[in-house]
């Protein structure tokens, strides 16, 4: 996809028009009605009878040698709105699209708005030309917007040009790291292996300017990565501990250094406590978070954002053989601390607690943030709708929220209380993995990482089982989604702007 940006409508043949259009109060304001009505020539009322501008609503209306494309954003139009309107023109009607496509805005005098809801327009046409079905053998035609020669250009006022090329390079950039990473959490576990995420990062390493470190078993081994190794007992695929760095240009005298982990299990049986076979396919999106923290650095060493990035992925799956780690075991970690086996299917938890320990002890960040696919018990609380927020910094959680707003990517904070760590207690290790409790799960898994982070000040833990992976347009079934980068980007360049 290529960038062009305009201040003035310049029609050319064979061209799509796409002119998104949001409702006031169930209706389509004046201003921009008598814009369409001008544009297409056709009458307001004809114009009414098919198109209500209702979210996602596409009617195309043919003008000479043009198409123009209404695009129906509902009420309330906002960031995300326009991103779901644009992915799914993008994924249902790219028919509708021809390499040169442009986007024109019915009313933007005055309101720079419209710059930033570009971004959401450019993230979601990207975003909805992904392709679920790269393993049939017969694959079909490539979307038009994945065309070398797709052309985009974006008519604004004069003054909102600049700020614009800046927000929508950022949406291209955001969305191609998304699908790069919804791609591997789509993969299926024979292609996906923990050597197959690090082969990926160090690619993305080498591509985009940062640093990646892969510590094969025998480093993992000697590093005294326990908690990581006891995951992988069953497993004839070695582990692999993923690190990696990001410096940024120094801007104002500071450089926010802040850490990341992500949970990166390939595929979980549950282990020996082992999972119902329903839907137990899906359990190749169980390296959500390490997907988020993939997409997350590259996306941050391309736009050149001012920060200093430090990056844990431990991996490994989950499987089951007579070398499995048992209920009942009692283990070590990478923090020294002893861990009581009571259910081998929250292994998560245990390799974010030795990525954890590793960048807080071996690198200060002064921030700390960890992503999973972490418990059904999140799920059950909030659906598909927001991931669970747990953190002991007020600031730091206000920052996440407001990032969560901006970008469609919701999170929702739940408490941890000190009365929920009494339920991770063990009578034999300095803690158990798992409460054995039918309540509060999200929670206590929430406590046991805690326990890891050396009481850093400012830590955070987002539980994206509901996030990561569920209904999409690409497919029948669930698919990734790509949660967290956005979510993660904007909260950077929060933190860069103070």
Known sequence: MTLQFQSDFQPQAQQTIIV???????????APLAKISQLVGQQEDVILRGFKAGAKEVVSLPSGDQLFVLLGLGTNVNFSKTLQAFQHLSSKHSHLLTAKTTLLWPATEGDDLFGLLSEAAVNGLWQGSYHLGRYKTSNGQA??????DFELSI???????????????????????????????????????????AAWAKASAEKYGYQATIWDKEQITKAGMHALLAVNYGSPEPPAFIF???????????QPKIGL??????????????????????????MGGAAAVLGTMEAAARLKLPVHLVAAIPSTDN???ALAVKPSDVISSYSGKSIEIIDTDAEGRLILADGLSYVIREHAPQVIIDLATLTGSSVRTFGYQAAALF?????????????????????????????????????????KNFSGRPVAGAITAAKFLE??????????????AGTAFGDTPYGKGKAATGYGIRLLIQFLMSVTQE
């Open 155 to 197: 008519v604004l006022p004069e003054d909102q040009l600049a700020a614009a090329k800046e927000y929508c390079q950022r949406g291209l950039i955001i969305a191609q790291a998304q699908t790069e990473v919804m791609a591997l959490v789509n993969a299926p576990a024979n292609y996906k292996h923990p050597h197959d995420l």
């Open 319 to 321: 499987s089951v053989d």
């Open 391 to 431: 953190s002991n910094d007020d600031q730091l959680a206000h920052h996440l929220e407001q990032a969560g707003r901006q970008t469609g990517e919701r999170v929702w904070r739940l408490p941890i209380w000190e009365e929920y760590g009494e339920d991770m207690k063990s009578d034999v290790a300095d803690i």
């Open 451 to 464: 326990f890891f982070t050396d009481n850093h000040p400012s830590w955070a833990h987002l539980d994206i």
């Open 244 to 254: 990696l760095e990001y410096k940024g240009p120094n801007r104002n005298g500071t």
């Open 261 to 286: 982990v992500g949970k990166g299990v390939t595929f979980d049986t549950g282990g020996l406590s082992i999972k119902p076979s329903t839907n137990m396919h899906y359990m190749k999106s169980d």
């Open 143 to 148: 979307n038009v917007v994945q065309n070398a």
């Open 20 to 30: 998104p259009v949001g409702q006031n109060q169930g209706q389509i304001a004046a």
